[in-house]
């Protein structure tokens, strides 16, 4: 009870702190029409938009309270990404009248989806393998002492998704989280046509939108384990149910105003940072940029990870993975179409072309490795080293090219990665049997999640 009443408090205060300078210098950029450093600016507005999706992720998961699950589960997915979407969204409607900026929104979308499976997912699973190793330890010393019963009280004080994890240190996935993986398969499939077609349009925005539909239907029918409130969500979810929905409702309209006011601003300091001193901008919008977006939720997932709800932290990330690669990348057309005044589609050139599909073949792998439902320490290094090997690769650009006399390519980097994660693709299909299996049961797996819940509700209203 100490903790709730001295370190939650302050950390809403501190996230409530972290969006004035935002607020202030946005103020003074309006009335007096101030300039600072672009890079000034965007550490300023990123960390507003950094704090106000602190507020916004304890305030989507307190709001669980106070409405049905399938609606929350609709509105908390969308809530607790609106930085990424408010970025995103700024640099298309800006393509609108500028095409360069077309480039830099894809270079974020693709960013952001990228770094969700690169880091935060193997992240999740070496907070549990650190854990399991620990208790290993732990365990061995306490059986030198002979202390085997406590060693066993303390283990059933331990929470965590099942011994599975505890033994092998991986992360289990919840059965209803088929669903997830299910629509991540699709999105992921469909937007292999994309870089083929030169452009994301308005038919790819109805078929990724749709599936973003069809998915949290789907959801709103299967059995999920909702994870335990903690931290300063927990603090406000305790509070009475007419305080509770104030401060939901305040938190919501606060962060969303500061994110739409920071989200244009930091973007442009973004760009105009990497003009200024000599880096790729595209490079700065496409890694930078969505750090600020993308960490709020990372940090809550491995909250739930530290404290054993492994399972929870996974699926967290994953629901954000099918976010981002249907809903986000078809309402790029969408924005864009408004923007120009008509119906048209967001361009992309070569090198866009290239970071979609870079992302899709990733994506695809992240799949292929998930498709048992579980996610061990070597599938976690794979994603993580083929992630950040492709990160640095702008930075071998030069001197590979000094050293080997020719001229590389780094888009010839891109086209590399992605078939190497589809040739390891093919190697795991051909040699992991447990894995076909499970693909090939996916969509059947997730049907059975969703259908046996409508079918309990109909037996128990006596309609069967």
Known sequence: MDRIFTRDPLLIVTAI???????????????????????????????????????????????????????????????????????????????GSDPEYAGYAVANMTGANRLLIGIAWPLIVAIVWFKALRRSNSGASVAMAST??????????????????????RVQLH????????????????????PFKGQIDLLDAVVL??????????????????????????????????RRQIAVLSAFTFAATVIFISAEPFAEGMIETGKQIGIDEFLLIQWIAPLASEAPEIVVACIFAI??????????????????????????????????????????????????FLTAAQSLFAVVLLATLYLGMRGAMALFVLFTTQLVLP??????????????SLADGRWWFSFIYLVVIVFIIALSGERRRALIALPRRAYRQAYAITHHEAVSSGRH
């Open 395 to 408: 930075a071998l650009e030069e001197p590979l090219r000094a050293l080997s006399g020719t001229e590389i």
């Open 175 to 194: 059965k209803s989280q088929a669903i997830e993986l299910s629509f991540l398969a699709g999105a992921t499939i469909y937007a292999f046509t994309i």
């Open 148 to 169: 085997q019963n406590i060693a066993l009280r303390l283990a059933e004080r331990i929470p965590g998704v099942g011994r599975l994890e505890n033994r092998h240190g």
């Open 307 to 356: 404290r054993g709800d492994s399972a929870s932290a996974l699926g967290l990330l994953v629901s954000a993975k099918v976010n981002q690669w249907s809903l986000l990348v078809g309402s790029l057309p969408v924005v864009y179409s408004i923007s120009v005044g008509s119906p048209a589609a967001l361009p992309l050139d070569d090198r866009q072309a290239q970071e979609v």
């Open 17 to 95: 702190a972290g969006t004035f300078p935002a607020i202030v210098l946005f103020i003074l950029a309006q009335t007096q029409d101030a300039h600072y450093h672009p890079l000034v600016s965007s550490l300023i507005y990123g960390v507003g938009i950094l704090s106000a999706a602190f507020l916004l992720s304890w305030a989507a998961e307190a709001f669980e309270h106070d409405i049905s699950h399938g609606l929350a589960l609709a509105l908390v997915a969308i809530i607790t990404i609106l930085p990424e979407y408010a970025v995103d969204f700024s640099l298309v409607w800006k393509a």
């Open 209 to 242: 939108i749709g599936l973003f539909a069809a998915y949290m239907w789907f959801s709103s029918r299967a059995e999920v384990v909702e994870p335990e409130l903690v931290g300063p969500a927990a603090l406000i979810g305790s509070l009475s149910p007419r």
